[in-house]
């Protein structure tokens, strides 16, 4: 596979082109970043540990008929996909009280949501990615259909369902996480990553921290961590 022209940069990944179309390749960066990327730092095998969750759980989802861009990992730190249409939205599912909602309304940490709560922002760094509700995602944006858009909240729910099983089997809670979508032509399909830079995942014997909220809140050692999910995550996990 030819790793092509750059497409995009993000603030963790880059998307390059490959002699596939409609494939791109996407390689998970060393960076981290925090705050609207008002804190970053290069943390060196961070990429590799995120690149080989995101393809464990990709590949997870698709197991349980869940439509997603992944076609398989490549090499240390990339993912080739299929180039989608990406849908402007991070589409927020919630277990467990933590983060920003406990920030933004009087919800104390730790409250259990059943069934879970969805937020859904849009993804905008200029505007500080707020936060929607139907009728600005329908009426006033057009991203969506009504159906499409419940077609979306719908798949956010399964790909819970199995993440949280997953997770739960690793000793890990899963207590919320973030999901883009976008269009694989005529269908919506799970893109972008799922990792722990998109997940918040707490030890379920001791409660503490396995995500980013450890180098946000500055709580210890971030690779550490990512490490110790990617060992119960992955079968043979830590040594690559
Ligand atoms: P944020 O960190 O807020 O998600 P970003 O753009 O800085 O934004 P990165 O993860 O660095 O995030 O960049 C990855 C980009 O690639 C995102 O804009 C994401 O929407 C886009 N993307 C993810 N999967 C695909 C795909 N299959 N096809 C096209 N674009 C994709
Ligand atoms: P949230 O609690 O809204 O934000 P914060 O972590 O800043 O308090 O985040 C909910 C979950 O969604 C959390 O697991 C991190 C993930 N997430 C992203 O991956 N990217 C984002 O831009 C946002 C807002 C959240």
């Keep these: 596979m030819k790793q092509g022209e750059l497409v995009y940069a993000g603030k963790a990944k880059s998307l390059y082109r490959t002699d596939v179309p409609g494939q791109l ?124 858009l419940a077609e979306v909240k719908a798949l956010a729910l399964r790909v819970n369902a199995v993440l949280q099983r997953f997770l739960a089997g690793v000793g890990i809670t899963l207590v919320d996480f973030k999901l883009e979508f976008g269009w694989d032509g005529d269908r919506i399909v799970v893109g972008d990553e799922i990792s722990m830079d998109s997940m918040r995942l707490w030890d379920t014997a001791t409660g503490t921290s396995l995500d980013k909220d450890v180098y946000r809140f500055g709580k210890g050692d971030v690779l550490a961590v990512y490490r110790e999910v990617a060992a119960r995550a992955l079968p043979g996990g830590e040594q690559k």
């Design 25 to 148: 390749y996407v390689h998970f960066r060393d960076d981290i970043t925090a705050f609207d990327g008002g804190k970053k730092d290069v943390l060196s095998r961070k990429g590799n540990l995120n690149a080989r969750v995101s393809a464990k759980i990709f590949s997870l989802l698709e197991e349980h008929g869940i439509p997603t861009h992944f076609v398989r990992m490549e090499g240390d730190a990339a993912m080739i996909v299929r180039d989608l249409r990406m849908i402007p939205l991070e589409v927020i599912v919630r277990n467990i009280a933590a983060g920003s909602i406990t920030r933004n309304y009087p919800v104390p940490e730790g409250t259990a949501f059943d069934p879970p709560v969805i937020v859904i922002d849009y993804k905008d760094d200029a505007r500080h990615d707020p936060m929607l509700n139907d009728d600005i995602i329908v009426t006033a944006l057009r991203l969506l259909s009504r159906d499409q």
